[in-house]
Protein backbone atom coordinates (compact mmCIF):
# COMPACT_ATOMS: atom_id res chain seq x y z
CA UNK A 1 0.00 0.00 0.00
CA UNK A 2 2.92 2.37 1.17
CA UNK A 3 4.82 1.60 -2.10
CA UNK A 4 1.20 2.40 -3.85
CA UNK A 5 0.98 5.71 -2.96
CA UNK A 6 4.68 5.89 -3.31
CA UNK A 7 5.05 5.54 -6.72
CA UNK A 8 1.22 7.58 -7.55
CA UNK A 9 2.80 10.83 -5.98
CA UNK A 10 5.93 10.09 -7.78
CA UNK A 11 3.93 9.62 -10.71
CA UNK A 12 2.05 13.04 -10.59
CA UNK A 13 5.05 15.20 -8.94
CA UNK A 14 6.57 14.18 -12.37
CA UNK A 15 3.47 15.59 -14.59
CA UNK A 16 3.47 18.70 -12.50
CA UNK A 17 7.11 19.29 -12.59
CA UNK A 18 7.20 18.52 -16.51
CA UNK A 19 4.01 21.29 -16.72
CA UNK A 20 5.95 23.14 -15.24
CA UNK A 21 8.98 22.98 -17.14
CA UNK A 22 6.88 23.59 -20.22
CA UNK A 23 5.08 26.26 -19.07
CA UNK A 24 8.42 28.46 -17.72
CA UNK A 25 9.40 27.97 -21.19
CA UNK A 26 6.86 28.91 -22.96
CA UNK A 27 6.43 31.85 -20.59
CA UNK A 28 10.83 33.39 -21.37
CA UNK A 29 10.07 32.75 -24.87
CA UNK A 30 7.42 35.06 -25.07
CA UNK A 31 8.79 37.31 -22.62
CA UNK A 32 11.98 37.50 -25.11
CA UNK A 33 9.75 38.14 -28.28
CA UNK A 34 8.12 40.44 -26.34
CA UNK A 35 10.77 43.04 -25.84
CA UNK A 36 12.47 42.26 -28.66
CA UNK A 37 8.95 43.30 -30.68
CA UNK A 38 9.15 46.70 -28.08
CA UNK A 39 12.59 47.50 -29.75
CA UNK A 40 11.78 46.69 -33.12
CA UNK A 41 8.79 50.06 -31.98
CA UNK A 42 11.11 52.00 -30.41
CA UNK A 43 13.16 51.69 -33.36
CA UNK A 44 10.33 52.16 -36.57
CA UNK A 45 9.46 54.95 -34.29
CA UNK A 46 12.88 56.82 -33.72
CA UNK A 47 13.57 56.68 -37.11
CA UNK A 48 10.19 58.38 -38.19
CA UNK A 49 10.30 60.85 -35.29
CA UNK A 50 13.72 62.38 -37.19
CA UNK A 51 12.87 63.99 -39.89
CA UNK A 52 10.03 65.35 -38.07
CA UNK A 53 11.85 67.03 -35.62
CA UNK A 54 13.23 69.46 -38.21
CA UNK A 55 9.84 70.24 -39.78
CA UNK A 56 7.56 71.40 -36.92
CA UNK A 57 4.70 68.83 -37.21
CA UNK A 58 4.18 68.51 -33.29
CA UNK A 59 1.05 66.91 -32.96
CA UNK A 60 2.11 63.69 -34.85
CA UNK A 61 5.76 63.74 -33.37
CA UNK A 62 3.84 63.74 -29.82
CA UNK A 63 1.85 60.36 -31.16
CA UNK A 64 5.21 58.28 -32.21
CA UNK A 65 6.71 59.67 -28.78
CA UNK A 66 4.12 58.64 -26.13
CA UNK A 67 3.94 55.58 -28.13
CA UNK A 68 7.67 54.64 -27.96
CA UNK A 69 7.64 55.57 -23.89
CA UNK A 70 5.07 53.05 -23.78
CA UNK A 71 7.81 50.90 -24.81
CA UNK A 72 10.47 52.09 -23.11
CA UNK A 73 8.52 51.47 -19.81
CA UNK A 74 7.20 48.26 -20.64
CA UNK A 75 10.76 47.27 -22.13
CA UNK A 76 12.03 47.72 -18.48
CA UNK A 77 9.40 45.11 -16.73
CA UNK A 78 10.55 42.39 -19.47
CA UNK A 79 13.84 41.08 -18.12
CA UNK A 80 12.84 38.81 -15.14
CA UNK A 81 15.30 36.04 -13.44
CA UNK A 82 15.58 33.77 -15.17
CA UNK A 83 14.27 34.81 -18.51
CA UNK A 84 17.90 35.14 -20.39
CA UNK A 85 17.96 34.91 -23.92
CA UNK A 86 17.30 36.56 -27.53
CA UNK A 87 20.27 39.24 -28.27
CA UNK A 88 20.24 40.32 -24.28
CA UNK A 89 23.41 40.20 -22.69
CA UNK A 90 23.78 38.12 -19.45
CA UNK A 91 25.51 41.05 -18.30
CA UNK A 92 21.85 42.50 -17.62
CA UNK A 93 21.57 40.04 -14.80
CA UNK A 94 24.67 40.24 -13.34
CA UNK A 95 24.82 43.83 -13.31
CA UNK A 96 20.70 45.14 -13.04
CA UNK A 97 21.89 48.18 -11.29
CA UNK A 98 23.32 49.95 -14.03
CA UNK A 99 21.12 48.30 -16.76
CA UNK A 100 18.04 50.24 -14.40
CA UNK A 101 19.69 53.09 -14.55
CA UNK A 102 20.23 52.88 -18.25
CA UNK A 103 17.15 52.13 -19.22
CA UNK A 104 15.70 55.43 -16.84
CA UNK A 105 17.86 57.45 -18.55
CA UNK A 106 16.26 56.80 -22.07
CA UNK A 107 13.12 56.93 -20.49
CA UNK A 108 13.95 60.23 -19.15
CA UNK A 109 15.06 61.02 -22.50
CA UNK A 110 11.96 60.39 -24.18
CA UNK A 111 10.14 62.23 -21.46
CA UNK A 112 12.29 65.46 -21.83
CA UNK A 113 11.33 64.82 -25.65
CA UNK A 114 8.07 64.87 -25.02
CA UNK A 115 8.72 68.11 -23.42
CA UNK A 116 9.84 69.89 -25.94
CA UNK A 117 7.16 69.10 -28.33
CA UNK A 118 4.80 69.93 -26.07
CA UNK A 119 6.45 73.48 -25.38
CA UNK A 120 6.23 73.47 -29.45
CA UNK A 121 10.60 74.06 -28.96
CA UNK A 122 11.94 73.05 -32.26
CA UNK A 123 15.53 74.21 -31.02
CA UNK A 124 15.10 71.98 -27.68
CA UNK A 125 13.34 69.31 -29.30
CA UNK A 126 16.50 68.67 -31.90
CA UNK A 127 18.95 68.59 -29.34
CA UNK A 128 16.33 66.44 -26.99
CA UNK A 129 15.77 63.99 -29.68
CA UNK A 130 19.96 63.86 -30.15
CA UNK A 131 20.03 63.17 -26.46
CA UNK A 132 17.62 60.51 -26.69
CA UNK A 133 19.07 58.67 -29.75
CA UNK A 134 22.79 58.69 -27.99
CA UNK A 135 21.19 56.09 -25.41
CA UNK A 136 20.55 53.32 -27.79
CA UNK A 137 24.40 52.99 -28.28
CA UNK A 138 25.64 53.20 -25.29
CA UNK A 139 23.06 50.42 -23.98
CA UNK A 140 23.63 48.17 -26.78
CA UNK A 141 27.58 48.43 -26.22
CA UNK A 142 27.31 47.38 -22.97
CA UNK A 143 23.91 45.18 -22.92
CA UNK A 144 23.45 43.63 -26.76
CA UNK A 145 25.26 41.05 -27.73
C1 LIG B 1 18.60 50.45 -21.71
C2 LIG B 1 19.07 49.68 -22.82
C3 LIG B 1 18.64 49.92 -24.22
C4 LIG B 1 18.32 51.11 -24.84
C5 LIG B 1 18.35 52.51 -24.25
C6 LIG B 1 17.97 50.80 -26.19
N1 LIG B 1 18.07 49.44 -26.39
FE1 LIG B 1 17.69 48.47 -28.16
N2 LIG B 1 18.04 46.68 -27.20
C7 LIG B 1 18.44 46.52 -25.91
C8 LIG B 1 18.55 45.11 -25.60
C9 LIG B 1 18.96 44.52 -24.26
C10 LIG B 1 18.21 44.42 -26.77
C11 LIG B 1 18.15 42.89 -26.95
C12 LIG B 1 16.80 42.37 -26.46
C13 LIG B 1 16.65 40.87 -26.61
O1 LIG B 1 17.06 40.34 -27.67
O2 LIG B 1 16.11 40.22 -25.70
C14 LIG B 1 17.89 45.44 -27.77
C15 LIG B 1 17.51 45.16 -29.09
C16 LIG B 1 17.28 46.11 -30.06
C17 LIG B 1 16.94 45.81 -31.43
C18 LIG B 1 16.77 44.42 -32.03
C19 LIG B 1 15.32 43.98 -31.89
C20 LIG B 1 15.07 42.61 -32.51
O3 LIG B 1 13.92 42.32 -32.88
O4 LIG B 1 16.00 41.81 -32.60
C21 LIG B 1 16.81 47.02 -32.09
C22 LIG B 1 16.45 47.24 -33.55
C23 LIG B 1 17.04 48.07 -31.11
N3 LIG B 1 17.33 47.47 -29.89
C24 LIG B 1 16.98 49.42 -31.38
C25 LIG B 1 17.11 50.44 -30.42
C26 LIG B 1 17.00 51.86 -30.70
C27 LIG B 1 16.78 52.47 -32.08
C28 LIG B 1 17.17 52.50 -29.50
C29 LIG B 1 17.13 53.97 -29.21
C30 LIG B 1 16.12 54.81 -29.79
C31 LIG B 1 17.39 51.47 -28.48
N4 LIG B 1 17.36 50.24 -29.08
C32 LIG B 1 17.60 51.75 -27.14
C33 LIG B 1 18.71 47.52 -25.01
C34 LIG B 1 18.48 48.88 -25.22
Request: proline share 2%; glycine share 4%; aromatic share 12%.
Given at each position: ??????????????????????????????????RMSNMSKIKA??????????????????????????????????????????????????????????????IKAIEDVGESID???????????????????????????
Open positions: MIFKILLFSLFFSFFAHAHEINMEDKNVEQIVKKHSTKMHPLTMTGEFEEIKNLNDEMLHAAKEFKLLFPEGSQGGKASTLIWEDRETFDLFIDNFNEDSISLMENFKIMASNCGTCHKKFKN
